[in-house]
């Protein structure tokens, strides 16, 4: 059965920093393309990254390019998403999801989210 | 970026009602959309994939058709356990995107 397990979410002040992590099990995870989206209170879902499976094929939508880093680690089957000069509007659930296969963007699992909280 | 914009929102219905969803794409995606079913306080859940494949363990009562800018999603016979918030997707062209969700409750 696919898991994954995120953690690291907080309250964090604007401008700070913070590091979530998705522990996968269950597939092979270096064989799948992984993503992040995240949901504000209330509000819809938006996609913030995606890494291929070769961890040099990254990609962000303008939100958070150049504030957000993603990257994996094969060998400990875990999703990192690495977010720096936080605002205020980056206050959400954050989920990992898996490709249902190759670069489809087809999201076929998910974690059960972490939430992260900017305010002073 | 894509747009995507749904239909109706929300959408009171029955248990047994047929019930269809609408996506429209601010320009042509072929069958690059998705739909998702989210409920309360959960993650979303695949359910139709490529605009009308049924996702596997997905309850055929579930369909989608629909190409180029206008889709839909039907549930042929709704359940207690089908009321929830439906996200049509995009995965046509980077960045993928969402729509704003279709909230079907109780009449």
């Given at each position: 059965?696919?898991?994954?397990?995120?953690?690291g979410?907080a309250l964090?002040?604007?401008?700070?920093?913070?590091?979530l992590?998705c522990?996968?099990s269950?597939?092979?995870?270096?064989?799948?393309?992984?993503?992040?989206?995240?949901q504000?209170?209330?509000?819809?879902?938006e996609?913030?990254?995606?890494?291929r499976r070769?961890?040099?094929?990254?990609f962000?939508?303008?939100s958070?390019?150049?504030r957000?880093t993603?990257?994996r680690?094969?060998?400990?089957n875990?999703?990192?998403l690495?977010?720096?000069?936080?605002r205020?509007?980056?206050t959400?659930?954050?989920?990992?999801?898996?490709?249902?296969?190759?670069?489809t963007?087809?999201?076929?699992s998910?974690?059960q989210?972490?939430?992260?909280t900017?305010s002073? | 970026?894509?747009?995507?914009?749904?239909?109706?929102?929300?959408l009171?219905?029955s248990?047994?009602d047929?019930?269809?969803?609408?996506?429209r794409?601010?320009?042509?995606?072929?069958?690059?959309?998705?739909?998702?079913?989210?409920?309360?306080?959960?993650a979303?859940?695949?359910l139709?994939y490529?605009?009308?494949?049924?996702?596997s363990?997905v309850?055929?009562?579930?369909?989608?058709s629909?190409?180029?800018?206008?889709?839909?999603?039907?549930?042929?016979?709704?359940?207690?356990?089908?009321?929830?918030?439906?996200y049509?997707?995009?995965?046509?062209?980077?960045p993928v995107t969402f729509?704003?969700?279709?909230?079907?409750?109780?009449?």
């Open positions: 059965e696919v898991q994954l397990l995120e953690s979410g964090v002040q604007p401008g700070g920093s913070l590091r992590s522990a996968a269950g597939f092979t995870f270096s064989n799948y393309v992984m993503n992040w989206v995240r504000a209170p209330g509000k819809g879902l996609w913030v990254s995606t890494i070769s961890p040099n094929n990254i962000y939508p303008d958070v390019r150049g957000f993603i990257s680690d094969n060998l400990k875990t999703l990192y690495q977010m720096n000069s936080l205020a509007e980056d959400a659930v954050y989920y990992c999801a898996k490709n249902r296969v190759d670069d963007s087809q999201f076929d998910w974690g989210g972490t939430l992260v900017v002073s | 970026e894509i747009q995507l914009t749904q239909s109706p929102s929300p009171s219905a248990v047994g047929r019930v269809t969803i609408a996506c794409a601010s320009q042509s995606i072929s069958v690059f959309l998705n739909w998702y079913q989210q409920k309360p306080g959960r979303p859940k695949l139709i490529d605009a009308s494949s049924l996702q363990d309850s055929s009562r579930f369909s989608g629909g190409s180029g800018t206008d889709f839909t999603l039907t549930i042929s016979s709704l359940q207690p356990e089908d009321f929830a918030t439906y049509c997707q995009q995965s046509y062209r980077a729509g704003p969700g279709t909230e079907v409750d109780f009449k």
